[in-house]
Nanobody
Framework: QVQLVESGGGLVQAGGSLRLSCAAS????????MGWFRQAPGKERQFVAA???????LYADSVKGRFTISRDNAKNTVYLQMNSLLPEDTAVYYC????????????????WGQGTQVTVSS
C-alpha cells in the first residue's frame, strides 16, 4: 500500500519561503516520477513541479525560478522549496506518484497524499 504524507505548510507573508516535504512508504521513489500539485478554493488542481531520474525536473511557468523540487532517495522523501511566495500561491499542496504518461496532468497521477495548506498573506 503506497502512502504519501505531506508536511511543512503554514502561513507566511508574501516574499517569504516554505519547504514542503512528502514522505513516501510502500513504494521506492527513486524509480518513480514524483509530482507536486496545488488546488486553490474553487479552482482545479494544477501542476506545480515534477522530478524523475534523479535530476530531471519540470516546473509550471508560474513557479519557475521560485520553486525547487528535490528528493532524498535514502529518506524516500520529495521536497518542494518555495521562495519569493506570492498571495496567488495560496492553496493546498499535494504530492503524488505518476501512473500515466503525462507529467503535468493530475489524472495521470495517483496515490495522492492528504495535502498541506499554504497560505501567503499580502
Amino acid at each position: 500500500q503506497v502512502q504519501l504524507v505531506e508536511s511543512g505548510g503554514g502561513l507566511v507573508q508574501a516574499g517569504g519561503s516554505l519547504r514542503l516535504s512528502c514522505a513516501a512508504s510502500g513504494r521506492t521513489i527513486s524509480t518513480s516520477v514524483m509530482g507536486w500539485f496545488r488546488q486553490a478554493p474553487g479552482k482545479e488542481r494544477q501542476f506545480v513541479a515534477a522530478s524523475w531520474n534523479g535530476d530531471s525536473v519540470l516546473y509550471a511557468d508560474s513557479v519557475k525560478g521560485r520553486f525547487t523540487i528535490s528528493r532524498d532517495n535514502a529518506k524516500n522523501t520529495v521536497y518542494l522549496q518555495m521562495n519569493s511566495l506570492l498571495p496567488e500561491d495560496t492553496a493546498v499542496y499535494y504530492c503524488a506518484v505518476r501512473i500515466g504518461a503525462y507529467y503535468g496532468r493530475p489524472n495521470h497521477y495517483g496515490y495522492w497524499g492528504q495535502g498541506t495548506q499554504v497560505t501567503v498573506s499580502s
